[in-house]
Structure formats: structure tokens, C-alpha cells
């Protein structure tokens, strides 16, 4: 009796979860220019849209020149902070890992307020570097945590081995350590480039006309002129969540050290 009621709990809570995101789907491919049920006719219009549209097209590539730019830059920052509070050369590790992680709990328009401030003073306001460093902060704690799980699970006479056998503290990194530390890393870069691929306030305070992001353009959007290519555009951005959430699942579940 008690796993059927645990069985219809967890049903209700995934319908709960998913049933949102599965309601908008059909609507991408509706015929029609309103959202609205019942669907009287489908059609590819509304995809096609996307591309044929110029602000849509454009939107679409600023979130990926943004979103890689904000992946390679939160994957360097965010290892080397794992790297470093990992060793015992940082005095009280624990509290420098919560600041690391504040913009995780830290509410997105303080955030945003704060990093329009920052960002002005340094001229990078308005600008493609100061869009992807605002995302690089928000992405930066998702890398920490992934890579950190990685790193707890190395063994660290491997690497006592290597230097004892001469390899320099370089050497050890880039042989012994990286490689089985890389599906974190590439797990982490994973959540970063669909942190950032999603990322809308943040991007509303330090964006200017040319930074739109995908997101934003949605946003934009709902606001001005509820139109079926924004469903078209929700369709496009689950596709792409569900290919990385995918990958990082892939990615965790092999062993560590495995060739990719």
C-alpha cells in the first residue's frame, strides 16, 4: 500500500513539473497567430519564423556567441577555484566556498543592479564582454560545484605517483588530474552554457539593443505581442536544454578518467 501511494505521489508531482512545459509545445506548430486552444490547424509557420525573422535570427546567435563566450570563461575561472579550494593553501575553505556560490541564492535583480553598476564604472556596459561577464558570475558556481564533486572522487596517491616519479606539478595537473576531473569539467560547462542560454534579467540590466539574447527576445515578445513564435522559441530552447541535461547525465554516469 505504501509504494502505490508513493508511485501516485511521484506521478503527480513529475505531471506537476512537466505538465507547464508539455502544454506549450503543441502551439509551435499551430497555424494560427493567437495562442489558443483547441489547435485548428499545424503547420511548420511559426519555426520557420524564427529563422526568417531578423530579430529572432539575431537573438539566436547572440545567445550563442554569448553563451560560449560565458562557458569558456566560467570553466577556467570556476576549475581553477575548485583546484584551489581543494588544496589547503586557502585559510577557512568553506566559508570562500559560499561566497563563490552566492550568486546561486543571491535574488537576480539585486544581482543585475549590482553588475549594471560594476559594469558601467569599468565601460563595459551596453558591450558583448560586459553580457558575458554578467553571465559568467552566474554561471562560475555551477562549474565550482561540478568540478569539486570530480575532484573529491581522485585519488590523490595517483598523483603522489606521478611526482614521486619526477613529473613536475604542471605535468601532474595536465596528465593525471585533468583527465580524470574532465567529465565534471565538461559537466559543468554543460550547466553553464544552458545557465547562460536562459539567463533574462541579468541579461535586461547590462544588455543593450545589439546584446538581445533569445530569452530576452521572448521576453520582449510576451510583452509587446503574444505571438505563436514565441511558443516556436520555447520549443527550440527545451530541445536544447533536454540535448545538454542529457549530455551532463551521459557524462556522469561514466567513470572517471574514461576516454571521451
Not at 512537466?18 to 503543441?26: D, G, K, S, T
Amino acid at each position: 500500500m505504501l509504494r502505490i501511494l508513493q508511485a501516485g505521489f511521484a506521478t503527480l508531482m513529475m505531471a506537476f513539473l512537466i505538465l507547464p512545459i508539455v502544454a506549450i509545445l503543441p502551439l509551435a506548430f499551430t497555424d494560427s497567430v493567437f495562442l489558443n486552444y483547441p489547435i485548428e490547424s499545424y503547420s511548420l509557420r511559426w519555426i520557420q519564423e524564427l529563422g526568417q525573422s531578423a530579430q529572432w535570427s539575431a537573438s539566436i546567435v547572440n545567445s550563442l556567441i554569448i553563451g560560449s563566450g560565458a562557458t569558456v570563461l566560467s570553466v577556467v575561472l570556476g576549475t581553477l577555484a575548485a583546484l584551489a579550494l581543494r588544496g589547503s593553501a586557502i585559510p577557512f575553505p568553506d566559508v570562500v566556498r559560499t561566497i563563490f556560490l552566492l550568486p546561486m541564492v543571491v535574488p537576480a535583480v539585486v544581482l543585475g543592479v549590482g553588475l549594471q553598476i560594476s559594469l558601467a564604472r569599468m565601460g563595459l556596459s551596453s558591450t558583448y564582454l560586459g553580457v558575458i561577464v554578467a553571465h559568467t558570475v552566474l554561471c562560475v558556481p555551477f562549474v565550482i560545484v561540478s568540478v569539486s564533486t570530480a575532484l573529491q572522487g581522485i585519488d590523490r596517491t595517483t598523483e603522489r605517483a606521478a611526482a614521486s616519479l619526477g613529473a613536475p606539478p604542471a605535468t601532474v595537473f595536465r596528465r593525471v588530474t585533468l583527465p580524470l576531473a574532465m567529465p565534471g569539467v565538461v559537466t559543468g560547462a554543460v550547466f553553464a552554457f544552458a545557465t547562460s542560454l536562459d539567463e533574462v534579467v541579468l541579461t535586461l540590466f547590462v544588455a543593450g539593443p545589439n546584446q538581445r539574447t533569445l530569452a530576452r527576445q521572448m521576453f520582449s515578445s510576451i510583452r509587446e505581442n503574444i505571438s505563436p513564435a514565441v511558443a516556436a522559441a520555447a520549443l527550440l530552447l527545451i530541445l536544447g536544454t533536454l540535448l545538454l541535461a542529457g549530455l551532463a547525465a551521459f557524462l556522469r554516469r561514466r567513470p572517471a578518467g574514461a576516454p571521451a
